[in-house]
């Protein structure tokens, strides 16, 4: 518990991920007319997915305006947390992002859409039941390795 | 319809699903009311532990096939770990997972109140060699061992404080 006070608003990334979710949304809405206007709107979310996973989710413009606009409207956090699994998470959504950008603009558009699906799965978990999907894939993916026994 | 607004629709379902699912799941506490009605009721089970080489007998059926307890293997990662004189809670976490952490304040409370409870809780990440011997998923997951160091019950999931209470082997005092 020492460790709380230092901690985020946990309805911060679960903005974000609100955010996000809406984003990938709108790309795959577009994505069947037009792909190329899906590509631009997928890279826009890599790069707020960039800044997540390498300065902080407090420090992405969703993060930001979290704190400025929402926060202040809503009661006191009932307790905080860690800021580093939603950061991880971020880094794995980058990864999403970035697969989809590049189907998108590269006419893999079936794959681009796959991608932006499985972003909106880890993005609506987090939104709503606030369960982060990629560090429970952490494990998981921990344990693949392979075994020295 | 097209297979943008096709996958969409799709991707809510399997994560409203998912969510719900995962909703009911975590924190319960599985295989418990089974294995207790056979401590309680079988007096042989209660000789068994009671005596020295206890540590070799298996409650029930055991679900753990190669360690001759849940404990050994823990010990066997962790060897400054001490078992509870009642039960142990031991609790998988890693770097990231938020609910560890709430698992964690209510699993040391726990250990707190009552006596002869301990709480050990283990980092997944490190002790990869214990969490595929003792096929843990996710983090947290909270194993209960009973006196003698084998496992009752677990949950995936963080717990609730009364889920933990009702999980701990025969409530000797009050």
Same mark, same amino acid.
């Given at each position: 518990?020492?460790?709380?006070?230092?901690?985020?608003?946990?309805?911060?990334?679960?903005?974000?991920?609100?955010?996000?979710?809406?984003?990938?949304?709108?790309?795959?809405?577009?994505?069947?007319?037009?792909? =190329?206007?899906?590509? %631009?709107?997928?890279? !826009?979310?890599? #790069?707020? /997915? +960039?800044? @997540? $996973?390498? *300065?902080?989710? &407090?420090?992405?413009?969703?993060?930001?305006?979290?704190?400025?606009?929402?926060?202040?409207?809503?009661?006191?956090?009932?307790?905080?947390?860690?800021?580093?699994?939603?950061?991880?998470?971020? =880094?794995?959504?980058? %990864?999403?992002?970035? !697969?989809?950008? #590049?189907? /998108? +603009?590269? @006419? $893999?558009? *079936?794959?681009? &859409?796959?991608?932006?699906?499985?972003?909106?799965?880890?993005?609506?978990?987090?939104?709503?039941?606030?369960?982060?999907?990629?560090?429970?894939?952490?494990?998981?993916?921990?344990?693949?390795?392979?075994?020295?026994? | 319809?097209?297979?943008?607004?096709?996958?969409?629709?799709?991707?809510?379902?399997?994560?409203?699903?998912?969510?719900?699912?995962?909703?009911?799941?975590?924190?319960?506490?599985?295989?418990?009311?089974?294995?207790?009605?056979?401590?309680?009721?079988?007096?042989?089970?209660?000789?068994?532990?009671?005596?020295?080489?206890?540590?070799?007998?298996?409650?029930?059926?055991?679900?753990?096939?190669?360690?001759?307890?849940?404990?050994?293997?823990?010990?066997?990662?962790?060897?400054?770990?001490?078992?509870?004189?009642?039960?142990?809670?031991?609790?998988?976490?890693?770097?990231?997972?938020?609910?560890?952490?709430?698992?964690?304040?209510?699993?040391?409370?726990?250990?707190?109140?009552?006596?002869?409870?301990?709480?050990?809780?283990?980092?997944?990440?490190?002790?990869?060699?214990?969490?595929?011997?003792?096929?843990?998923?996710?983090?947290?997951?909270?194993?209960?061992?009973?006196?003698?160091?084998?496992?009752?019950?677990?949950?995936?999931?963080?717990?609730?404080?009364?889920?933990?209470?009702?999980?701990?082997?025969?409530?000797?005092?009050?």
């Amino acid at each position: 518990m020492s460790d709380a006070t230092t901690g985020i608003d946990p309805r911060g990334p679960r903005f974000t991920a609100a955010v996000t979710f809406v984003v990938f949304a709108v790309a795959l809405l577009l994505s069947d007319a037009e792909p =190329a206007i899906a590509a %631009v709107v997928t890279g !826009v979310q890599a #790069v707020l /997915f +960039a800044i @997540g $996973a390498g *300065l902080g989710v &407090q420090k992405t413009p969703t993060g930001l305006f979290f704190r400025a606009v929402v926060r202040p409207r809503l009661t006191p956090p009932d307790h905080l947390e860690d800021p580093a699994p939603p950061r991880f998470a971020q =880094a794995v959504g980058l %990864v999403f992002a970035v !697969v989809a950008t #590049v189907g /998108f +603009a590269t @006419g $893999a558009v *079936l794959l681009g &859409q796959v991608f932006a699906g499985l972003a909106i799965v880890a993005a609506f978990l987090n939104a709503v039941f606030a369960f982060c999907l990629g560090c429970e894939m952490y494990l998981l993916g921990l344990r693949l390795r392979p075994a020295r026994a | 319809m097209n297979p943008g607004l096709v996958i969409l629709v799709l991707a809510v379902v399997v994560a409203a699903g998912f969510g719900l699912y995962r909703r009911r799941v975590d924190g319960v506490f599985t295989t418990a009311p089974v294995v207790e009605e056979v401590a309680q009721r079988s007096p042989v089970v209660e000789e068994a532990i009671g005596r020295p080489d206890a540590g070799t007998f298996h409650v029930g059926a055991s679900r753990d096939p190669a360690p001759a307890t849940t404990w050994s293997a823990v010990t066997a990662s962790l060897p400054d770990a001490e078992l509870g004189e009642r039960a142990t809670l031991v609790q998988f976490s890693s770097a990231f997972c938020a609910p560890c952490r709430t698992t964690r304040v209510v699993l040391a409370d726990v250990a707190e109140q009552y006596d002869g409870v301990a709480h050990v809780e283990i980092d997944a990440e490190e002790h990869l060699e214990l969490v595929r011997e003792l096929d843990v998923r996710r983090t947290p997951t909270t194993l209960v061992l009973d006196r003698t160091g084998h496992e009752i019950t677990r949950a995936a999931g963080a717990p609730r404080r009364e889920q933990v209470l009702a999980a701990l082997p025969l409530h000797q005092e009050s």
